[in-house]
């Protein structure tokens, strides 16, 4: 009877478990968005309009930003409206460096043009005898590879179960190995720390 209990309890828990985590990272993005709320007067707030908080509502209003954002910018107007304000930011120091930053990686991640973050990789880390997976980000500093003598490749190891932290590493080509993974099953694989493998055929790990 306890041993049934038991099998009972376990497999409600597999149920419900992922359900109520979902939830709770749902409900967390969505009231995280819901900040940009906070950005309008206070006068035309949803609460001191209607009495009442709408969850989500600034999931909304940001997905109309957005929208609204990308039809002002497929016309001339628009691109001229952004480079003039781009030029401004140009000219402010250090603002400067982290706009330009932020606009390459974000052209590179959803342009779908780039490289980046499209393949997982086994690298060695953190000591040469113990594996990982890594994000391939970019081909190397040519002055890294010149100073080095090694053709490194940029990579950024993600830290479990937070796969959006982690550490950006220059290795040699040669000691990365590319896996055939999407980038979804590693980033399971990560937040699972290893109890949710991918599922496709076994490959042999290259030795060295």
Do not use: C
């Not at 900040?35 to 509502?57: K, W």
């Not at 250090?94 to 780039?114: C, D, W």
């Not at 997976?133 to 990579?155: H, S, W, Y």
Request: proline residues 7%; hydrophobic residues 50%; aromatic residues 8%.
């Amino acid at each position: 009877m306890m041993s049934n209990l038991r099998r009972y309890l376990i497999a409600g828990l597999l149920v419900w478990l992922p359900i109520v985590v979902t939830i709770l990272i749902l409900k967390f993005l969505i009231d995280l968005v819901d900040t940009t709320l906070l950005l309008l007067p206070d006068a035309v707030l949803p609460e001191h309009l209607i009495g009442f908080h709408i969850p989500g509502l600034g999931l909304l209003l940001s997905g109309l930003v957005l929208l609204l954002t990308g039809m002002v910018m497929t016309n001339l107007l628009g691109r001229s409206m952004v480079s003039f304000w781009e030029g401004v930011l140009g000219r402010i120091p250090f603002v400067r460096t982290i706009y330009s930053a932020s606009k390459q990686l974000t052209e590179t991640l959803f342009s779908g043009k780039g490289k980046s973050f499209r393949k997982v990789v086994l690298v060695r880390y953190p000591h040469p005898g113990t594996w990982t997976l890594a994000f391939l980000t970019g081909d190397g500093l040519p002055e890294a590879n010149a100073k080095t003598g090694r053709d490194l490749v940029n990579i950024f190891v993600p830290t479990t179960p937070n796969p959006t932290s982690g550490f950006f590493l220059m290795v040699p080509r040669e000691d990365m190995f590319e896996l055939d993974m999407t980038v979804d099953a590693g980033i399971k694989l990560i937040l699972s720390a290893g109890a949710v493998l991918p599922d496709q055929g076994k490959t042999a790990t290259p030795e060295r």
